[in-house]
T-cell receptor, first 116, second 110 residues
Framework: AQTVTQSQPEMSVQEAETVTLSCTYD???????LFWYKQPPSRQMILVIR??????QNATENRFSVNFQKAAKSFSLKISDSQLGDTAMYFC?????????????FGKGTKLSVIP | DGGITQSPKYLFRKEGQNVTLSCEQN?????MYWYRQDPGQGLRLIYY???????QKGDIAEGYSVSREKKESFPLTVTSAQKNPTAFYLC?????????FGSGTRLTVV
């Protein structure tokens, strides 16, 4: 079974600063996908960034980037130049398409507060 | 626009009642998923369906039931057997970028 662990229930960062959210996962599979989702107070789930396990290059999306360490099963999210709109719950998630099921497994989330 | 529509946005249930949450999609995807979200618990899988007229239990299926009579629709019934139904419920469809989520239904027991 796959598990995803987010060890930081809450974090805060000053506006314009950089913050890193941690995520580790456990799987015996070799081909999988990892995601970071953002859930603002509206509760809409928004995809922030995704990483394919077969790619060595870390994914980046504007101010968001990941540090993917496959051997260590680590997938951290770095947010640069933090903005007030980044305040949200952030969920790390794992997907493996074995047996035709695309089930997402989520961590418990990190609540990020950006302080003006 | 392609997407997922969940209704209602807020739902109140009396003790002993069954209630049904609606999820409709126009993404033409075979698979649909139901997740439950509780504070500090992340999202947990209730049921999923990979094709019409077929569905499987997820990690926390007890007290819930589903049907999948049409590709576009995957309603979730919260039965009276679910002892703690107050939660936020999300419907989702898998895609190339992970999942597309509906906007959710907040269910409260009164």
């Amino acid at each position: 079974a796959q598990t995803v662990t987010q060890s930081q229930p809450e974090m805060s960062v000053q506006e314009a600063e950089t913050v890193t959210l941690s995520c580790t996962y456990d799987t015996s599979e070799n081909n999988y996908y990892l995601f970071w989702y953002k859930q603002p107070p509206s509760r809409q789930m928004i995809l922030v960034i995704r990483q394919e396990a077969y790619k060595q290059q870390n994914a980046t999306e504007n101010r968001f980037s990941v540090n993917f360490q496959k051997a260590a099963k680590s997938f951290s999210l770095k947010i640069s130049d933090s903005q007030l709109g980044d305040t949200a719950m952030y969920f790390c998630a794992f997907i493996y398409s074995g047996a035709g099921s695309y089930q997402l497994t989520f961590g418990k989330g990190t609540k990020l507060s950006v302080i003006p | 626009d392609g997407g997922i529509t969940q209704s209602p946005k807020y739902l109140f249930r009396k003790e002993g009642q069954n209630v049904t949450l609606s999820c409709e999609q126009n993404l033409n995807h075979d698979a649909m998923y139901w997740y439950r979200q509780d504070p500090g618990q992340g999202l947990r899988l209730i049921y999923y369906s990979q094709i019409v007229n077929d569905f499987q239990k997820g990690d926390i299926a007890e007290g819930y039931s589903v049907s999948r009579e049409k590709k576009e629709s995957f309603p979730l019934t919260v039965t009276s057997a679910q002892k703690n139904p107050t939660a936020f419920y999300l419907c989702a469809v898998p895609g190339g970028d992970g999942y597309t989520f509906g906007s959710g239904t907040r269910l409260t027991v009164v």
